[in-house]
Structures are given as structure tokens and as C-alpha cells.
């Protein structure tokens, strides 16, 4: 028998998971509380469906600025930190382990700080996706292959050019791969932030329904964020494979790039 | 002092020389003090000479190509190249070619051979012009659009010297640039080196420890010892021109290797 395209299986059980979703309340298995159905589901997300787009919209934005604080000050910083000497032994060590800090406790702080409007979530998810960006970037610079800036200097290149054409697009890859978990990580802190203390929001409808028990609309949220992930990693995949062509095969075959890659990111899809 | 006597016997032909290095040493700051790499090296190449440096791993001679192409500075001594210092690298004078290609994975192989042109604002017309005309000369015609990756090792290493060439310098450095090379590709490599040279008759210092690569490619050998790294012998290679595999069988290559062997094996 041939192997089926792994492309087509995976089309295959999204199309059984929403159908059990369907099918599983309807013969009473599981009560609506626990798991409305999926037409149901539906339903009401086209009743409100005024209230989810504004909710989005807030949601969006928040998500747009706080991606906009976490990609320009990660790849900044990190750009220092990757090409100073001084600058990586002495931050390096206390960015890593910050990144293991759940910073979702510093949330009621930003609270206190920036209110319960979008401000506190911007700054929050800011912060949350800034450690990837920064430390990816830190690698990425860090872990040029020193061959290249001898042969670029070998024809001549100064610093500047080294710096515009050799380091930037040799550190792109590296670069990306925290571009895009950086910014899977604010969509998260934004929702998150939204759920804890907000009064607009995705993530406030979510916990607006929960504490009321109406639990099509929550799965409704749920839905709205799950579908607002996959494009968004859609997309960010779509910009990457366009910006470093060469980044898979080239990367393979330099045997030197296992070292710095960061860990890969796992599919919302899957979620 | 042996190797004295053939520097002398080298200034004879002052005047032609591409590269003259006097007196060159070379010290490093180790952990215990300093440690010296390179002892006491002068030496002169004539110009269009082909010359290999060989010597054993770690006798500093990819530290001698590093200073020779301005990429490094010797603690001591004087470098001219065509009696003008090396103070830092000028692609117009002196093409380097590593051991690994060293291309840029993310530029398409004549955009890797025009990178030293585009470093220097030539115009777009003429870049394409010259690289194509070197890509020709390497035999990868049909391969400009190509990435690095898709390219074989020793595909690479012709792109490498294409991009060595792309500026016409009079002087090519090349540190063990089939090192990394099957046996058979590195063979083929070298015997399309010889018809490159050929054709454009630069001045060549060729770096290896393949004592029959050094053999096989010289007007002259040069060899150095263990570290810290001083020449001992300088030998001129009488085998003619163009050189074939047949040669590598013949008595007098086999005397010139074992020349050298004999001198490498006395330090280490």
C-alpha cells in the first residue's frame, strides 16, 4: 500500500476532530456545558458576530503594537548583545534566565502601571515576546561563521559593509525563527492579559462568558483566537520562506548549524 | 643556514620580485608568556612563480598567508608586495582563496564572484561582464543562478577562485584550498589550477601539506618546520611544464617528495 501524503491526513483528522466536535454533544455524551457543538458554536459567533469583530479588532491591535515593541527592541538589544563582547558577558546570562520567569506575575504590576486598557497588554506582551527576538538575535549574530567576515574582509569589505552584507544576512535565519516565536508569544500574552483584567477584548469575552456559564460563547472565543494564531503562523511561515531562500538546504549543509538554532515552534493546529 | 643562502641566492633577481618578506616573526600571547610562531622568515617570489609552502599542521603557514594578505599583523619584519607594505587587505593586489569555499550561502554564485566588485561600487553591467568571463574560466558555465548549496565541494572551490580572480590581482594566496576535497576531486582541482594559472600567469602561494600536491603544482617549494615555524629548504621543482598525472610516477617527483618528507620529518 502506498504511504498516504502526510499533507492529506492532516486535512483528514482536522475534518474528524470537527466532526466529533459536532457529533459528541449532540448524542449526549458530554453536556453542552462542558462542550457545545460545533453548530452551535457557530451560531452564535454569527449572532454576536458585531461584538467577536470589535473584540478582535482590540485584540489585533494590541497584538500589532506589543509585536512592534518585541521584534524592534529584541532585535535591537539583542543585536548588541550578540555583537558586543562586553555587552553578551555581561547581560547574556541574566536575559536566559529572565526568559525562564514566568512573567505572567509581573502582569498586576503592569496593571497598576498602565491601567486596565490596552496599554498594560501592549507592555506586558511586549516584554513576553521581547526574549525570543532578543536572544535569537543575540545567537544569530553570535554564531556567524567567522570564515565569512575573513573572506569579506579578505576583498576588502569595511566594517559597515561587513555589518550590512555579511552579519545581517547571515543572522537572518536565526533571526526569523525568533521573529516568529517572539511573536506567537505576544499573541498569547495579549489573550492572556485580556483574561486575567481587561474590559475589551478576545480574551475578555472568553472570561466575561466563562463566569456566566454560557459556554457556546466561550468556545466561540476560543475558536475566534485558535483561527487568529493559525494565520498568524501561517503567515509569519509564508514571510520567512520568502525572506531566506536559502535558509533550509544552505543551513543543512553547513555543518556548523545545529549550534544557536532555537527550539522549533510547535503548531497552534495542534492546540 | 641553508635557507640563508637561498634567500641571497633569490635576491639575485631583485627587481621581479611580487612578494619579499624579511625578517618576519611572530609571537603570541599565550596563557605563559608569549609563545613564537613564526621564526626569522624571509623569502621572495618572483613574479607569475607558482610557490607552495608546505610544512606540518600547526607550523603557522596559514598564519604566514594571513600576514602575506594584510588580514593579520607579524610582531616583526617587513612585508612588500611589488614593494609596496600590506598594512591591511587589498583585493586589487592580492586575491585570497580559504581552505573552506567560504561563499555566502545566501548569494547566487555570480553574485558571490561579484561581491568584491560590489564592495566597491563597480556599475551592474560591468560586474555581470567580468564574472560571467571568470565563471567561464572556472568551467561552471550554465551555474551563475545557482546557490552554494546546490554546488559540489569542488564546484565551490571554483566559484572561490573565480571570486579570487574577479579583481585581476597580480598575486592569488591560497591556503589549502583542496584540503577539505575527496582525493580524486582534489586531483582534478589541481591540474585546473595549473591550466587557470596558465591562462592568466598570476603569481601564486600555495599553502598545503600534501607533499604531492606541493610536487605536483610548484616552480618551488618552500618548506617549514614544526612550530615555531622557520623554512628550512627551498626547492625548485625542475619538472617541466604542463605537468601530467604520468609525472607523479616518475623518479625525479618521487626524489623531490621524499626531499621534503625527509626535511619535515628532521623537526617534528
Given at each position: 500500500?502506498?504511504?498516504?501524503?502526510?499533507?492529506?491526513?492532516?486535512?483528514?483528522?482536522?475534518?474528524?476532530?470537527?466532526?466529533?466536535?459536532?457529533?459528541?454533544?449532540?448524542?449526549?455524551?458530554?453536556?453542552?456545558?462542558?462542550?457545545?457543538?460545533?453548530?452551535?458554536?457557530?451560531?452564535?459567533?454569527?449572532?454576536?458576530?458585531?461584538?467577536?469583530?470589535?473584540?478582535?479588532?482590540?485584540?489585533?491591535?494590541?497584538?500589532?503594537?506589543?509585536?512592534?515593541?518585541?521584534?524592534?527592541?529584541?532585535?535591537?538589544?539583542?543585536?548588541?548583545?550578540?555583537?558586543?563582547?562586553?555587552?553578551?558577558?555581561?547581560?547574556?546570562?541574566?536575559?536566559?534566565?529572565?526568559?525562564?520567569?514566568?512573567?505572567?506575575?509581573?502582569?498586576?504590576?503592569?496593571?497598576?502601571?498602565?491601567?486596565?486598557?490596552?496599554?498594560?497588554?501592549?507592555?506586558?506582551?511586549?516584554?513576553?515576546?521581547?526574549?525570543?527576538?532578543?536572544?535569537?538575535?543575540?545567537?544569530?549574530?553570535?554564531?556567524?561563521?567567522?570564515q565569512?567576515?575573513?573572506a569579506?574582509?579578505?576583498?576588502?569589505?569595511?566594517?559597515?559593509?561587513?555589518?550590512?552584507?555579511?552579519?545581517?544576512?547571515?543572522?537572518?535565519?536565526?533571526?526569523?525563527?525568533?521573529?516568529?516565536?517572539?511573536?506567537?508569544?505576544?499573541?498569547?500574552?495579549?489573550?492572556?492579559?485580556?483574561?486575567?483584567?481587561?474590559?475589551?477584548?478576545?480574551?475578555?469575552?472568553?472570561?466575561?462568558?466563562?463566569?456566566?456559564?454560557?459556554?457556546?460563547?466561550?468556545?466561540?472565543?476560543?475558536?475566534?483566537?485558535?483561527?487568529?494564531?493559525?494565520?498568524?503562523?501561517?503567515?509569519?511561515?509564508?514571510?520567512?520562506?520568502?525572506?531566506?531562500?536559502?535558509?533550509?538546504?544552505?543551513?543543512?549543509q553547513?555543518?556548523?548549524?545545529?549550534?544557536?538554532?532555537?527550539?522549533?515552534?510547535?503548531?497552534?493546529?495542534?492546540? | 643556514?641553508?635557507?640563508?643562502?637561498?634567500?641571497?641566492?633569490?635576491?639575485?633577481?631583485?627587481?621581479?620580485?611580487?612578494?619579499?618578506?624579511?625578517?618576519?616573526?611572530?609571537?603570541?600571547?599565550?596563557?605563559?608568556?608569549?609563545?613564537?610562531?613564526?621564526?626569522?622568515?624571509?623569502?621572495?617570489?618572483?613574479?607569475?612563480?607558482?610557490?607552495?609552502?608546505?610544512?606540518?599542521?600547526?607550523?603557522?603557514?596559514?598564519?604566514?598567508?594571513?600576514?602575506?594578505?594584510?588580514?593579520?599583523?607579524?610582531?616583526?619584519?617587513?612585508?612588500?608586495?611589488?614593494?609596496?607594505?600590506?598594512?591591511?587587505?587589498?583585493?586589487?593586489?592580492?586575491g585570497v582563496i580559504f581552505q573552506e569555499a567560504s561563499l555566502?550561502?545566501?548569494?547566487?554564485t555570480?553574485?558571490n564572484i561579484?561581491?568584491?566588485?560590489?564592495?566597491?561600487?563597480?556599475?551592474?553591467?560591468?560586474?555581470?561582464?567580468?564574472?560571467?568571463?571568470m565563471l567561464?574560466l572556472v568551467g561552471l558555465?550554465?551555474f551563475?543562478?545557482r546557490?552554494p548549496h546546490?554546488l559540489s565541494g569542488g564546484m565551490k572551490q571554483r566559484v572561490s577562485i573565480a571570486r579570487g580572480l574577479?579583481?585581476?590581482?597580480?598575486?592569488l594566496l591560497m591556503d589549502e584550498p583542496f584540503a577539505a576535497l575527496d582525493e580524486q576531486t582534489r586531483m582534478t582541482m589541481g591540474h585546473e589550477l595549473l591550466r587557470i594559472w596558465?591562462?592568466?600567469?598570476?603569481?601564486v602561494?600555495f599553502i598545503t601539506?600534501s607533499?604531492?600536491e606541493?610536487?605536483?603544482l610548484?616552480?618551488?617549494?618552500?618548506?617549514?618546520?614544526?612550530?615555531?615555524?622557520?623554512?628550512?629548504?627551498?626547492?625548485?621543482?625542475?619538472?617541466?611544464?604542463?605537468?601530467?598525472?604520468?609525472?607523479?610516477?616518475?623518479?625525479?617527483?618521487?626524489?623531490?617528495?621524499?626531499?621534503?618528507?625527509?626535511?619535515?620529518?628532521?623537526?617534528?
Amino acid at each position: 500500500m502506498r504511504r498516504p501524503d502526510p499533507a492529506a491526513v492532516r486535512w483528514m483528522i482536522l475534518a474528524a476532530l470537527l466532526a466529533l466536535w459536532e457529533v459528541v454533544p449532540l448524542t449526549g455524551a458530554l453536556p453542552e456545558l462542558f462542550l457545545p457543538s460545533l453548530s452551535k458554536t457557530l451560531t452564535v459567533l454569527y449572532i454576536d458576530r458585531h461584538i467577536y469583530f470589535a473584540a478582535l479588532l482590540v485584540t489585533l491591535y494590541e497584538v500589532a503594537l506589543s509585536m512592534l515593541i518585541a521584534c524592534g527592541l529584541g532585535i535591537l538589544i539583542g543585536a548588541l548583545v550578540g555583537g558586543l563582547a562586553m555587552l553578551r558577558e555581561l547581560l547574556l546570562p541574566v536575559f536566559s534566565s529572565l526568559y525562564a520567569v514566568p512573567i505572567v506575575i509581573l502582569y498586576p504590576v503592569f496593571t497598576a502601571w498602565f491601567g486596565i486598557g490596552s496599554s498594560s497588554k501592549i507592555a506586558f506582551a511586549g516584554i513576553y515576546g521581547f526574549f525570543p527576538v532578543m536572544l535569537s538575535t543575540a545567537a544569530g549574530i553570535r554564531t556567524i561563521d567567522p570564515q565569512f567576515l575573513l573572506a569579506a574582509r579578505s576583498m576588502g569589505a569595511t566594517l559597515p559593509q561587513q555589518i550590512t552584507r555579511v552579519i545581517i544576512p547571515a543572522s537572518l535565519p536565526t533571526v526569523f525563527a525568533g521573529l516568529r516565536l517572539g511573536g506567537a508569544l505576544t499573541i498569547i500574552g495579549v489573550v492572556v492579559a485580556e483574561m486575567l483584567t481587561a474590559s475589551a477584548g478576545i480574551g475578555y469575552l472568553v472570561t466575561l462568558n466563562r463566569t456566566i456559564l454560557d459556554s457556546p460563547r466561550v468556545f466561540a472565543a476560543i475558536l475566534a483566537i485558535l483561527v487568529l494564531s493559525i494565520a498568524y503562523y501561517m503567515l509569519a511561515r509564508a514571510l520567512e520562506s520568502r525572506m531566506v531562500v536559502w535558509q533550509s538546504a544552505g543551513r543543512r549543509q553547513q555543518q556548523s548549524s545545529s549550534r544557536g538554532e532555537p527550539v522549533a515552534v510547535p503548531t497552534p493546529a495542534a492546540a | 643556514m641553508q635557507h640563508l643562502a637561498n634567500v641571497s641566492q633569490l635576491r639575485a633577481q631583485a627587481g621581479e620580485a611580487a612578494i619579499e618578506v624579511e625578517g618576519l616573526s611572530h609571537t603570541y600571547a599565550g596563557a605563559n608568556g608569549s609563545v613564537p610562531a613564526l621564526v626569522d622568515i624571509s623569502l621572495s617570489v618572483r613574479k607569475g612563480r607558482f610557490v607552495v609552502i608546505v610544512g606540518p599542521s600547526g607550523c603557522g603557514k596559514t598564519s604566514l598567508l594571513m600576514m602575506l594578505a594584510g588580514l593579520r599583523q607579524q610582531t616583526d619584519g617587513a612585508i612588500l608586495c611589488h614593494g609596496q607594505p600590506m598594512p591591511k587587505p587589498d583585493p586589487e593586489r592580492v586575491g585570497v582563496i580559504f581552505q573552506e569555499a567560504s561563499l555566502f550561502p545566501w548569494l547566487t554564485t555570480l553574485d558571490n564572484i561579484e561581491f568584491p566588485l560590489s564592495l566597491r561600487g563597480t556599475s551592474r553591467e560591468e560586474r555581470r561582464r567580468r564574472s560571467q568571463a571568470m565563471l567561464s574560466l572556472v568551467g561552471l558555465e550554465g551555474f551563475g543562478e545557482r546557490y552554494p548549496h546546490e554546488l559540489s565541494g569542488g564546484m565551490k572551490q571554483r566559484v572561490s577562485i573565480a571570486r579570487g580572480l574577479v579583481q585581476d590581482p597580480p598575486v592569488l594566496l591560497m591556503d589549502e584550498p583542496f584540503a577539505a576535497l575527496d582525493e580524486q576531486t582534489r586531483m582534478t582541482m589541481g591540474h585546473e589550477l595549473l591550466r587557470i594559472w596558465s591562462t592568466t600567469r598570476k603569481t601564486v602561494v600555495f599553502i598545503t601539506h600534501s607533499l604531492t600536491e606541493a610536487v605536483y603544482l610548484a616552480d618551488e617549494v618552500l618548506v617549514m618546520s614544526a612550530r615555531p615555524g622557520r623554512i628550512i629548504d627551498h626547492i625548485e621543482v625542475e619538472l617541466p611544464r604542463p605537468r601530467t598525472y604520468e609525472m607523479m610516477a616518475t623518479d625525479v617527483f618521487g626524489r623531490l617528495r621524499d626531499r621534503i618528507w625527509q626535511q619535515i620529518r628532521k623537526t617534528a
